[in-house]
């Protein structure tokens, strides 16, 4: 099994940053893909952004292209660079691990962390 755990949820101010970050730990895989996804009170989960398991391809959703950045710096973890925050942002955050090629499909992935509260207010 696969433990994932999140930080960096916060509550910022429309136009701030937060970083999250994701750490994997007990059974872990040296192709584990990781990606981020989010839901809002009353809407589906989404996709967000996903790193392959060496880092050389990222995926973005649409909505948060050119604001938000995936990176990865090893194996075991990922991080989600959020900056130009909006309050459409606001959401619990999970971060996600797939032993294999990951993308945007929830589907796609077999292990989930707790999610972390992200609060933008206007």
């Known amino acids: 099994q696969v433990q994932l755990v999140e930080s960096g949820g916060g509550l910022v101010q429309a136009g701030g940053s937060l970083r999250l970050s994701c750490a994997a730990s007990?059974?872990?895989?040296?192709?584990?893909?990781m990606g981020w996804f989010r839901q809002a009170p009353g809407k589906e989960r989404e996709f967000v952004a996903a790193i392959t398991w060496n880092g050389g391809t990222t995926y973005y959703a649409d909505s948060v292209k050119g604001r938000f950045t995936i990176s990865r710096p090893n194996t075991k973890q990922a991080y989600l660079q959020m900056n130009s925050l909006k309050p459409e942002d606001t959401a619990v955050y999970y971060c996600?691990?797939?032993?294999?090629?990951?993308?945007?499909?929830?589907?796609?992935?077999?292990?989930w962390g707790q999610g972390t509260q992200v609060t933008v207010s206007s």
């Open positions: 007990g059974r872990t895989f040296s192709n584990l893909a």
């Open positions: 996600a691990a797939d032993v294999g090629r990951g993308g945007s499909s929830d589907r796609t992935y077999e292990y």
